[in-house]
């Protein structure tokens, strides 16, 4: 359960390529999580893009350690201002800079952090060798958005915590899923590893494809777009943009189907962004 572009470079380019194997596994329960002889690297999404499934880093940090093997988290969902990764054990926290930290949709760029010397000196070599070197303006960029980052998270996630109510409490909603509503099956562990609920809601329409493309071509506020952790608040269908390139089968497994729909909420008034929900929800079919 993870972002479909990281999904389709680890089953397509990075194994058919460099011969590394692959497993994908659901890292929400201990007991699933088995090793191998050759497991080098356990790779995890807290939350999981799109379901916002939560996984207890700690837990995990500490089988790598007795299996010898390292821990690196997409950190992307939450922002360094909403989990520390590294303070719970984790070796390797990667960003899309893109989202959160750059904060208005103006910069492509990734970030590795770590706390382990030796693991950066390798990198910092890898870096250096294969010329992944960001420009001076996009990092002129992403330090700009990084001044703001305690500010847009605050007001983003405050704004998702209303926006999830709403949708809780609409007939036309089947289910909402949001870490910082009390029906997410993992809010406790989200309370407790987290230092906030984040901005990130996905939810199912009523009607299947449909009334949940009916939904998102009625938003005004919204922008239909497949990003995500900039101001503005955008709406999307994973089935259909992030992860079309997961493989059907794959997807009803992991619950991503046609009727689900993911935001990002953005900083604009919380008022406006509920109107503009309320106003598409009134066009879906019951």
């Keep these: 359960d993870v972002y479909g572009g990281t999904q389709r470079y680890f089953r397509r380019i990075l194994s058919p390529n460099a011969g590394i194997q692959v497993d994908f596994v659901d890292m929400s329960d201990g007991d699933t999580l088995k090793f191998k002889e050759n497991t080098k690297l356990v790779w995890l999404e807290t939350p999981s893009n799109p379901t916002l499934k939560i996984t207890d880093i700690s837990m995990v ?103 999830a109510l709403f949708l809780q409490s609409h007939s036309c909603v089947k289910s909402v899923i949001y870490p910082g509503l009390l029906s997410h099956p993992q809010h406790d562990l989200a309370k407790r590893q987290q230092h906030g609920f984040g901005a990130m809601i996905s939810f199912s329409c009523i009607g299947g494809r449909e009334q949940a493309s009916i939904l998102m071509k009625n938003l005004h506020v919204f922008c239909l777009a497949e990003s995500l952790g900039a101001v503005e608040s955008l709406a999307e269908s994973p089935s259909l943009m992030t992860h079309a390139s997961v493989p059907d089968e794959q997807r009803a497994i992991l619950g991503i189907d046609d009727s689900l729909v993911r935001l990002s909420v953005g900083i604009e008034s919380c008022r406006d962004l509920v109107k503009d929900l309320e106003g598409a929800l009134g066009l879906v079919k019951r």
């Design 61 to 163: 940090a500490e089988r790598c350690r007795i299996n010898h093997c390292l821990l690196a988290v997409d950190n992307t969902f939450c922002s360094p201002y909403f989990q520390s990764p590294l303070a719970l054990g984790a070796d390797l926290v990667v960003h899309s800079v893109t989202k959160y930290i750059g904060g208005h949709s103006d910069v492509v760029m990734g970030v590795v952090c770590t706390n382990d010397v030796a693991l950066y000196d390798k990198l910092r070599f890898i870096q250096n060798g294969v010329g992944a070197v960001p420009s001076p303006f996009d990092c002129f960029l992403a330090h700009r958005g990084l001044k703001t980052l305690h500010l847009r998270m605050e007001a983003s996630a405050k704004n998702a915590m209303a926006i």
